[in-house]
């Protein structure tokens, strides 16, 4: 009966030692970088580049997408580093697509305050206008 036990305990142990082994080998030490939406370049996750977007990748991986390290941060000397801050909307894990973007521009309306009088040379006054549109010369 003890006999059994101990080899019961003796079968846990080397199972749990065959799981650790395992789970050793299973972890490589890839260096995690961030790439941006729209540069060619890899960085770590403190890098002053990563304000507006990053997504996670890994360092053989952005090797082989053609990015090069970053010049301010160094990537390829730093060890997994911690990652950012979670952003509201995260890319996805893709090759960045550049792409125009149009902006539309607001044409702002007339609020200027110049006067407008018409000097004796037939220009318009340079003044600031109060209230009713007219300098104090052309009142």
């Not at 960085?43 to 053609?66: D, F, M, W």
């Not at 010049?71 to 950012?84: D, F, H, L, Y």
């Not at 550049?98 to 305050?113: A, C, E, I, P, R």
Request: with cysteine; hydrophobic share 30%; aromatic share 6%.
């Amino acid at each position: 009966m003890q006999f059994r036990r101990i080899v019961q305990k003796i079968e846990v142990v080397l199972l749990f030692l065959v799981l650790l082994q395992s789970c050793a080998f299973s972890q490589t030490d890839v260096q995690t970088v961030y790439i941006t939406a729209t540069g060619k370049k890899y960085h770590t996750s403190k890098c002053r580049y990563l304000q507006y977007s990053h997504v996670a990748i890994a360092l053989p991986q952005a090797n082989e997408r053609g990015y090069t390290a970053c010049s301010v941060c160094n990537p390829s000397r730093v060890k997994n580093p911690t990652p950012p801050a979670p952003r509201q909307s995260e890319p996805a894990l893709q090759q960045p697509q550049h792409v125009k973007q149009t902006v539309q521009v607001k044409k702002k309306t007339n609020l200027s305050t110049r006067c407008t009088a018409q000097t004796k040379t037939g220009t318009r006054c340079k003044r600031n206008a109060k209230t009713n549109g007219k300098c104090w010369q052309h009142q």
